[in-house]
């Protein structure tokens, strides 16, 4: 069992897919190359908790077995209906499968389906004949695109219908995809929406209500940043099956290694998000791949904040002296507040408060990578109150209450901490 960070049991993982509380517990699927620590062809792998703290994973729950997936089962959601699970996600064959690796595709060449499976339980899918394919793939080159179409998410509307988002491109511009249904088996396509200047590819989108506003997240692909997570405020209108994008799209995290959102709401109708943390190499297991805290999405004074389950927060109790009196499964909990030009340096990881700003440094404790991006800054804060939640291969930094939130992955942290004061938990038990 796993508590707090959900880790990559073997092989690869990578996006969280169909996050849900289901009859008493809490269901998530992930994408999964069980075979080697590498991205190659997907399976869904399959994880389940009480509480959102202690994690247990179970046998794979989906994996290649028809035309329009035989080459990997892609990202996707869940939802409840009729006391039975319904999964959605994105089936894949390769156009032109890479002759030494036939787990991968040459030239970015394959085709993409939506398909549909159900369980009575959660636990038990029938790959073989419980399939079908709901979306076929995209022909219309002016509504999406053929290989690029990705990644549903599904919800009920106030009207009792389903609806459907997908990520997908045209002519280069990231766009959304909304279809619709009455039954969950028959959809049609209802209309797009787009954002100027937000990437080529918009990936893992997620649209729902916190605290009474509408907030989508998703990962646009090809920003001057690279590829990221971003939210804002968004409107969706049922009848036109149409969306308002805000102007004030954000880095969902400002570390920039989240990445692939997946929501749910929890037995007490907060809406918690996942999110998988890029990793450039293996943990000390040997595996690759990690998901952060699960984070409540809450609006405040208008503004779009993350911050950790309180069933996390709730177990980093027991007050320790060092981080070598940590759980060694779970990490340890420190609190701080920082005041200008005051910093902490945990274990090589180096944070400084100035300027208004909060930056974090990982450069010490992370190989050289040319892909990431090693000095974090946060957007200015009026004050600088932390809760920052430490593992073996993760450090997860709360600036205010989930104000701001800067995540990285992190190597070889020594058990040492200085700087400014700072109180040190662990989980309790």
Request: hydrophobic fraction near 35%; proline fraction near 5%.
């Amino acid at each position: 069992m796993q508590k707090v960070h959900l880790k990559a049991p073997v092989g690869w993982i990578n996006d969280p897919n169909g996050f849900i509380y289901y009859k008493g517990q809490y269901h998530l699927f992930y994408q999964h190359f069980p075979y080697a620590p590498r991205w190659g062809r997907m399976h869904w792998g399959h994880a389940v908790s009480n509480d959102l703290v202690s994690w247990e994973h179970y046998r794979i729950a989906l994996f290649p077995s028809k035309t329009d997936d035989r080459d990997g089962c892609f990202s996707g959601s869940a939802i409840e209906k009729d006391g039975r699970m319904h999964l959605f996600y994105t089936g894949v064959r390769y156009d032109t499968p890479d002759p030494e690796n036939t787990n991968c595709c040459l030239d970015d060449k394959f085709t993409a389906a939506q398909l549909h499976i159900t369980s009575g339980d959660g636990w038990q899918f029938d790959n073989f004949d419980g399939k079908q394919t709901v979306i076929p793939p995209i022909e219309d080159k002016t509504i999406g695109d053929r290989n690029h179409t990705r990644d549903p998410k599904v919800w009920q509307g106030r009207d009792g219908r389903f609806y459907m988002v997908l990520g997908s491109t045209v002519d280069g511009e990231g766009r959304l995809l909304f279809y619709r249904s009455d039954d969950l088996e028959c959809w049609e396509y209802a209309g797009f929406t787009k954002s100027e200047n937000l990437g080529w590819m918009w990936e893992c989108p997620d649209y729902f209500e916190a605290d009474g506003k509408g907030v989508l997240i998703f990962s646009p692909m090809g920003l001057e940043a690279g590829n990221q997570t971003v939210c804002t405020f968004a409107e969706f209108d049922e009848r036109s099956c149409s969306m308002e994008i805000g102007k004030d799209c954000r880095f969902v995290d400002y570390g920039l290694d989240l990445y692939a959102p997946q929501s749910t709401v929890d037995q007490d109708g907060r809406r918690v998000v996942a999110f998988w943390l890029r990793m450039p190499e293996p943990m000390s297991s040997g595996s690759i791949g990690m998901f952060s805290i699960p984070r409540v999405c809450e609006v405040r004074e208008g503004h779009i904040c993350f911050q950790p389950h309180p069933n996390v927060k709730a177990r980093f109790v027991k007050k320790i002296r060092s981080p070598k009196e940590a759980a060694l499964d779970g990490g340890y909990m420190l609190k701080a507040r920082l005041e200008a030009g005051e910093g902490l340096n945990i274990g090589g990881y180096k944070i400084t408060y100035g300027n208004g700003r909060l930056t974090a440094d990982r450069s010490s404790v992370v190989r050289n990578h040319s892909e990431l991006k090693n000095v974090a800054e946060s957007p200015v804060i009026e004050k600088c109150e932390l809760e920052i939640y430490v593992d073996e291969n993760i450090i997860e930094i709360y600036i205010n209450g989930g104000e701001y939130t800067i995540t990285h992955a992190v190597y070889d942290l020594t058990g040492e901490i200085t700087g400014a004061n700072a109180e040190l938990y662990t989980l309790e038990g």
